[in-house]
């Protein structure tokens, strides 16, 4: 079996690691997903489905064993977040410069993730007048 490395578990400067979910091959170890993760994924309430026995997740997100970082895919936040200065930064994956891609600014990684949301709400109804 792999084990995770470093990219697996901590982010970058860039607010960038890689999805520690394991995959699986005929039955056999086939590594990790590896595509890029912006962090954990939430912890959320479960219920079993009563017809699988499956347990599944109130946010409907994956519901499968994340034991690291996670990518959008498997649960993971679709934002990434980073320093900027002495506040943190939250923009989308396609994140080009400040100067053409969205980006919201906040003291905590979650209050930049809030101020993205808004500013991307703000540009859909100005572009929906």
Known sequence: ???MNKHHQELDANGIGKC???MWAGGCPAGFCDRDAYGNRPPCDEWRNAYTGEMMRWDGKYNGYVPGLACPIHGGPDTRVFKDGDKWCAVRPDFVTLQESPAGFGDTPEAA????AAVIEA???EAGR
């Not at 993730?113 to 993205?116: G, S, V, W």
């Open 1 to 3: 079996m792999a084990c």
């Open 20 to 22: 520690s979910v394991p």
């Open 113 to 116: 993730r809030a101020d993205l």
């Open 123 to 125: 540009a859909v109804k």
